[in-house]
């Protein structure tokens, strides 16, 4: 099911943009659940098409959001094989983001 749904995960990010905070988190769960079944060659490209989805969502009001998003990132960032030149591209545009958040009010994100 998992390798079924692949191929739906940008679409369902694309539509999450103006979505309440509740759906984005329900999204980001299944991208979780999804990915964490895949074998890093399938997932790779979707990946990295996920990671520039996920930067926007570090900077929202929900703790609960920036902290599942921030999680995300880093299990999508491990299963990237192969296109090293793009996640480096990726990594270093979310580096600062991600250092802002080292400072957050909220422990959890910050951890």
Do not use: W, Y
């Amino acid at each position: 099911q998992a390798r079924k749904m692949l191929v739906l995960l940008p679409d369902i990010m694309e539509t999450q943009q103006d979505a309440s905070t509740d759906n984005k988190m329900k999204a980001l769960l299944v991208f979780r659940n999804v990915m964490g079944h895949m074998k890093r060659k399938e997932a790779s490209p979707t990946a990295l098409q996920l990671v520039e989805k996920l930067l926007p969502l570090f900077d929202d009001e929900s703790r609960q959001l920036r902290e599942l998003s921030i999680c995300l990132f880093k299990d999508v960032m491990q299963m990237v094989a192969g296109n090293k030149q793009q996640m480096k591209k990726n990594v270093r545009r979310s580096l600062l983001p991600l250092f802002f958040h080292m400072s957050d009010q909220s422990e959890s994100v910050a951890k």
